[in-house]
T-cell receptor
Framework: DGGITQSPKYLFRKEGQNVTLSCEQNLNHDAMYWYRQDPGQGLRLIYYSQIVNDFQKGDIAEGYSVSREKKESFPLTVTSAQKNPTAFYLC???????????FGQGTRLTVV | GQQVMQIPQYQHVQEGEDFTTYCNSSTTLSNIQWYKQRPGGHPVFLIQLVKSGEVKKQKRLTFQFGEAKKNSSLHITATQTTDVGTYFCAAAQGGSEKLVFGKGMKLTVNP
Protein backbone atom coordinates (compact mmCIF):
# COMPACT_ATOMS: atom_id res chain seq x y z
CA ASP A 1 0.00 0.00 0.00
CA GLY A 2 1.23 3.49 -0.80
CA GLY A 3 1.32 5.99 1.96
CA ILE A 4 3.24 8.03 4.45
CA THR A 5 4.46 6.47 7.68
CA GLN A 6 5.53 8.17 10.86
CA SER A 7 7.20 6.45 13.75
CA PRO A 8 6.98 6.10 16.63
CA LYS A 9 3.37 6.96 17.43
CA TYR A 10 4.23 7.99 20.98
CA LEU A 11 7.61 9.22 22.18
CA PHE A 12 8.85 10.27 25.57
CA ARG A 13 11.97 12.34 26.00
CA LYS A 14 13.91 13.58 28.96
CA GLU A 15 14.74 17.24 29.11
CA GLY A 16 18.07 18.01 27.48
CA GLN A 17 17.94 15.10 25.03
CA ASN A 18 17.68 15.26 21.27
CA VAL A 19 15.14 12.98 19.63
CA THR A 20 14.51 12.09 15.98
CA LEU A 21 11.07 11.50 14.48
CA SER A 22 10.87 9.33 11.41
CA CYS A 23 8.83 10.09 8.27
CA GLU A 24 8.86 7.81 5.23
CA GLN A 25 6.71 7.94 2.08
CA ASN A 26 6.43 5.59 -0.87
CA LEU A 27 4.20 7.87 -2.94
CA ASN A 28 7.08 9.21 -5.03
CA HIS A 29 6.25 12.71 -3.84
CA ASP A 30 8.74 15.52 -4.27
CA ALA A 31 7.54 17.80 -1.48
CA MET A 32 7.57 16.90 2.21
CA TYR A 33 6.56 18.92 5.26
CA TRP A 34 6.74 18.86 9.03
CA TYR A 35 4.02 20.51 11.12
CA ARG A 36 3.55 20.95 14.81
CA GLN A 37 0.06 20.89 16.28
CA ASP A 38 -0.83 22.33 19.68
CA PRO A 39 -4.39 22.71 21.01
CA GLY A 40 -6.01 25.79 19.51
CA GLN A 41 -2.98 26.60 17.35
CA GLY A 42 -3.78 24.71 14.20
CA LEU A 43 -0.88 23.36 12.15
CA ARG A 44 2.34 25.35 12.23
CA LEU A 45 4.99 24.70 9.63
CA ILE A 46 8.41 23.69 10.96
CA TYR A 47 10.36 22.76 7.81
CA TYR A 48 9.60 21.79 4.25
CA SER A 49 11.53 20.28 1.39
CA GLN A 50 10.86 20.40 -2.33
CA ILE A 51 13.70 18.18 -3.54
CA VAL A 52 16.40 15.91 -2.19
CA ASN A 53 19.23 17.66 -0.35
CA ASP A 54 17.27 20.87 -0.08
CA PHE A 55 14.94 22.19 2.61
CA GLN A 56 13.63 25.50 3.91
CA LYS A 57 12.64 26.78 7.32
CA GLY A 58 8.99 27.24 8.09
CA ASP A 59 7.47 29.57 10.66
CA ILE A 60 8.75 27.82 13.80
CA ALA A 61 12.07 26.19 12.82
CA GLU A 62 14.03 27.21 15.93
CA GLY A 63 15.11 24.19 17.96
CA TYR A 64 14.48 21.75 15.11
CA SER A 65 16.61 20.27 12.33
CA VAL A 66 15.87 18.11 9.29
CA SER A 67 17.62 16.26 6.50
CA ARG A 68 16.50 15.09 3.06
CA GLU A 69 19.10 12.62 1.86
CA LYS A 70 16.55 10.44 0.10
CA LYS A 71 13.33 11.31 -1.67
CA GLU A 72 11.39 8.91 0.53
CA SER A 73 12.65 10.11 3.90
CA PHE A 74 12.41 13.39 5.82
CA PRO A 75 13.39 12.88 9.49
CA LEU A 76 12.89 15.64 12.05
CA THR A 77 15.21 16.09 15.02
CA VAL A 78 13.87 17.92 18.04
CA THR A 79 16.90 19.33 19.79
CA SER A 80 17.43 20.33 23.38
CA ALA A 81 17.24 23.94 22.19
CA GLN A 82 13.49 23.57 21.63
CA LYS A 83 12.04 25.06 24.80
CA ASN A 84 8.60 23.52 24.66
CA PRO A 85 8.75 20.36 22.56
CA THR A 86 5.70 18.57 23.90
CA ALA A 87 3.28 18.48 20.97
CA PHE A 88 1.73 16.42 18.19
CA TYR A 89 4.02 16.28 15.13
CA LEU A 90 2.65 15.65 11.67
CA CYS A 91 4.57 14.84 8.51
CA UNK A 92 3.02 15.35 5.08
CA UNK A 93 3.96 14.99 1.43
CA UNK A 94 2.59 16.20 -1.89
CA UNK A 95 3.39 15.36 -5.49
CA UNK A 96 3.94 18.87 -6.80
CA UNK A 97 3.23 22.54 -6.32
CA UNK A 98 -0.15 23.29 -4.79
CA UNK A 99 -1.24 19.64 -4.81
CA UNK A 100 -3.10 17.96 -1.98
CA UNK A 101 -1.03 16.94 1.01
CA UNK A 102 -1.09 13.44 2.44
CA PHE A 103 -0.47 13.19 6.17
CA GLY A 104 1.07 10.52 8.33
CA GLN A 105 -0.59 9.31 11.52
CA GLY A 106 1.51 11.67 13.61
CA THR A 107 3.92 11.32 16.53
CA ARG A 108 2.93 12.55 19.97
CA LEU A 109 6.04 13.73 21.77
CA THR A 110 6.06 14.25 25.52
CA VAL A 111 8.95 15.66 27.51
CA VAL A 112 9.23 14.08 30.96
CA GLY B 1 4.24 35.93 5.56
CA GLN B 2 0.96 34.86 4.14
CA GLN B 3 -1.67 33.86 6.65
CA VAL B 4 -5.09 32.36 6.31
CA MET B 5 -7.59 33.24 8.99
CA GLN B 6 -10.47 30.96 9.84
CA ILE B 7 -13.70 32.01 11.50
CA PRO B 8 -15.20 30.95 13.74
CA GLN B 9 -12.62 28.93 15.65
CA TYR B 10 -15.30 26.86 17.35
CA GLN B 11 -18.78 25.91 16.23
CA HIS B 12 -21.37 23.94 18.15
CA VAL B 13 -24.52 22.97 16.31
CA GLN B 14 -27.57 20.84 16.81
CA GLU B 15 -27.77 17.79 14.60
CA GLY B 16 -29.68 18.67 11.44
CA GLU B 17 -28.67 22.34 11.41
CA ASP B 18 -26.81 24.05 8.58
CA PHE B 19 -23.76 26.20 9.13
CA THR B 20 -20.97 27.98 7.27
CA THR B 21 -17.33 28.53 8.14
CA TYR B 22 -14.96 30.93 6.45
CA CYS B 23 -11.33 31.24 5.48
CA ASN B 24 -9.86 34.66 4.67
CA SER B 25 -6.56 35.88 3.32
CA SER B 26 -5.11 39.37 2.89
CA THR B 27 -3.42 38.29 -0.33
CA THR B 28 -4.70 36.71 -3.52
CA LEU B 29 -4.40 32.95 -3.41
CA SER B 30 -3.50 30.68 -6.31
CA ASN B 31 -5.66 28.00 -4.79
CA ILE B 32 -7.12 26.88 -1.50
CA GLN B 33 -7.49 23.48 0.06
CA TRP B 34 -9.76 22.14 2.80
CA TYR B 35 -8.93 19.35 5.22
CA LYS B 36 -10.79 17.53 7.98
CA GLN B 37 -9.20 16.10 11.10
CA ARG B 38 -11.26 13.75 13.22
CA PRO B 39 -10.58 13.70 16.98
CA GLY B 40 -7.36 11.77 17.59
CA GLY B 41 -6.62 11.53 13.88
CA HIS B 42 -4.63 13.27 11.21
CA PRO B 43 -5.80 15.81 8.60
CA VAL B 44 -7.39 14.33 5.50
CA PHE B 45 -7.73 16.24 2.25
CA LEU B 46 -11.28 17.16 1.24
CA ILE B 47 -11.11 19.47 -1.77
CA GLN B 48 -9.06 21.98 -3.72
CA LEU B 49 -10.43 25.14 -5.32
CA VAL B 50 -8.51 26.89 -8.05
CA LYS B 51 -10.76 29.13 -10.12
CA SER B 52 -12.28 32.44 -9.09
CA GLY B 53 -15.87 31.91 -7.92
CA GLU B 54 -15.52 28.14 -8.10
CA VAL B 55 -18.11 26.06 -6.26
CA LYS B 56 -17.70 22.36 -5.54
CA LYS B 57 -19.99 19.99 -3.70
CA GLN B 58 -19.35 16.78 -1.83
CA LYS B 59 -22.65 15.34 -0.63
CA ARG B 60 -23.74 17.74 2.14
CA LEU B 61 -20.58 19.87 1.94
CA THR B 62 -20.38 22.89 -0.38
CA PHE B 63 -17.09 24.69 -0.93
CA GLN B 64 -16.73 28.09 -2.56
CA PHE B 65 -13.77 30.18 -3.66
CA GLY B 66 -14.33 33.93 -3.64
CA GLU B 67 -14.37 36.02 -6.80
CA ALA B 68 -11.22 37.86 -5.72
CA LYS B 69 -9.57 34.58 -4.62
CA LYS B 70 -8.98 35.97 -1.15
CA ASN B 71 -11.56 33.98 0.75
CA SER B 72 -13.33 30.65 0.80
CA SER B 73 -16.27 29.12 2.58
CA LEU B 74 -17.42 25.67 3.63
CA HIS B 75 -21.14 25.14 4.09
CA ILE B 76 -22.48 21.97 5.69
CA THR B 77 -26.14 21.10 5.25
CA ALA B 78 -28.08 19.01 7.77
CA THR B 79 -25.12 18.43 10.09
CA GLN B 80 -24.58 14.90 11.33
CA THR B 81 -22.54 13.54 14.23
CA THR B 82 -20.12 12.11 11.67
CA ASP B 83 -19.21 15.70 10.71
CA VAL B 84 -17.52 16.22 14.07
CA GLY B 85 -13.88 17.25 13.82
CA THR B 86 -11.66 20.18 12.98
CA TYR B 87 -11.79 21.69 9.51
CA PHE B 88 -8.71 23.44 8.16
CA CYS B 89 -8.18 25.57 5.14
CA ALA B 90 -4.70 25.73 3.61
CA ALA B 91 -2.98 27.68 0.90
CA ALA B 92 0.43 27.62 -0.74
CA GLN B 93 2.43 30.80 -0.63
CA GLY B 94 2.92 32.10 -4.12
CA GLY B 95 6.05 30.82 -5.82
CA SER B 96 6.85 28.18 -3.23
CA GLU B 97 5.51 24.94 -1.87
CA LYS B 98 5.17 26.35 1.61
CA LEU B 99 1.71 25.07 2.50
CA VAL B 100 0.25 27.21 5.28
CA PHE B 101 -2.74 26.17 7.34
CA GLY B 102 -5.32 28.19 9.20
CA LYS B 103 -5.91 27.53 12.89
CA GLY B 104 -8.92 25.40 12.12
CA MET B 105 -12.61 25.39 12.99
CA LYS B 106 -13.56 22.80 15.59
CA LEU B 107 -17.07 21.46 15.05
CA THR B 108 -19.09 19.71 17.73
CA VAL B 109 -22.57 18.37 17.12
CA ASN B 110 -25.29 17.86 19.66
CA PRO B 111 -27.31 14.76 18.74
Amino acid sequence: DGGITQSPKYLFRKEGQNVTLSCEQNLNHDAMYWYRQDPGQGLRLIYYSQIVNDFQKGDIAEGYSVSREKKESFPLTVTSAQKNPTAFYLCASSIRDYAEAFFGQGTRLTVV
Amino acid sequence: GQQVMQIPQYQHVQEGEDFTTYCNSSTTLSNIQWYKQRPGGHPVFLIQLVKSGEVKKQKRLTFQFGEAKKNSSLHITATQTTDVGTYFCAAAQGGSEKLVFGKGMKLTVNP
